[in-house]
């Protein structure tokens, strides 16, 4: 069982930022309880125009917030994607 987004929503994972650089320093956040608004689109709705795999960012308060199976995830409209993108962002 896996949550289906409808219409024209994705359903994201939130991607993991990278907490060291190169050379091993670990950077530790200004505001550690801020959201990222950067995901990773797991599922898709059926009239969305974005793919399963897409790196996106999104507009932090506009997504809904689900829990499922111990995994915390969003589900976004198109509209509200700001973009989308091909390699992490540091």
Do not use: C, W
């Not at 793919?51 to 997504?63: H, Q």
Request: charged content about 25%.
């Amino acid at each position: 069982m896996f949550i289906n987004p409808y219409g024209n929503r994705v359903l994201a994972e939130i991607e993991k930022e990278s907490n060291k650089t190169e050379s091993g320093i670990i950077i530790v956040p200004d505001q550690p309880n801020q959201r990222s608004s950067n995901g990773i689109i797991k599922r898709v709705g059926s009239e969305s125009k974005l793919n399963v795999g897409d790196r996106i960012m999104f507009s932090k308060f506009a997504a809904h917030e689900v829990e499922f199976n111990r995994d915390t995830f969003f589900i976004v409209e198109d509209k509200h994607i700001i973009g989308t993108y091909t390699q992490e962002i540091n």
